[in-house]
């Protein structure tokens, strides 16, 4: 297999779950990869496992400079930029809208809408030369209904699905495309509060609340975001691929079951204080 064998790809947050996967997958099929993610430890272990082709490179997405270096670093040791993943992602401000403070506000849109902004910024500007490339944007299926995540994440995952179709439509002249993926629940630490804290119990909550009834492994995603990266998809540009077992198409008319269980951080989404 190597679909990516040309391409070199930076992914945000990808020291951990779908960013983690991602990369795995990227390498698996002849691709390189930079690892950009404010955890160290495990970035650097991840870029040690997948060898010569990837490397970890420090990044907070909501630093410029951190950005236009994880980018800087790709060109200049891993080839010319192809792909770029923004997925770097937290849960953030949770609780009803009324109580939620401004600065909870800036910082959870500082990582989930201006890191997506920026590494979309950054990417086209090095793609630019080669005409060529493709970005794609960890959206949710918070960023396509309501109900579904806290206030401020759904605000800025509805925000992604935007810029995505916004930058695609400047892009695509330069050969540049940008697509966005919306999972539904994935099993990775983001999640684990949806079940008891393990594993098991959160791919069981989230098989549960599945119209398929299966899980969602971060595989799963990262299977999604390979499909957009490649040559496969090259008529897709501002597109915003759903991912999520039919939770957002159920048909019902009613609340997605989804809501109707909401664990912990979902009834802080603040529709119980709320009302
Ligand atoms: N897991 C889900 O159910 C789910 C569903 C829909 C969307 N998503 C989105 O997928 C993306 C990945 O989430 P995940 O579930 O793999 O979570 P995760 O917690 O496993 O990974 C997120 C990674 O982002 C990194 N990160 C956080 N803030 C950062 C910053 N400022 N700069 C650089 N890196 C930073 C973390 O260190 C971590 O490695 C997120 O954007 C998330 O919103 C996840």
Redesign the pocket.
Known sequence: MDRFRDHCVVV??G?????AATARALVAEGGRVVI????EE?GRALAQELGQSALFCR????VEDDIAGAVAAAQKKLGPLTGMVN????VGAVGSIMQTSADAFDRTMA??SR?VFLGIKHAARAMRPHRRGCIVS?S??AGVMGGLGPHVYTMAKHGVVGITKSAAAELAPLGIRVNAIA????V????RALGAGDVESTAAFIASNSPLGISCE?EDIARGILYLLSDDARQVTGHTLVVDAGVTTSGSGERPPFYEQAATTMLHAGRTEAG
């Open positions: 945000t947050g020291a951990s779950g779908i960013g950009a993610d404010l955890q495990a990044t907070d997405v909501t997925n770097a992602g937290v990582i989930l890191g960890l949710s299926t999972p539904g629940g994935t990775t630490p983001m999640t971060p």
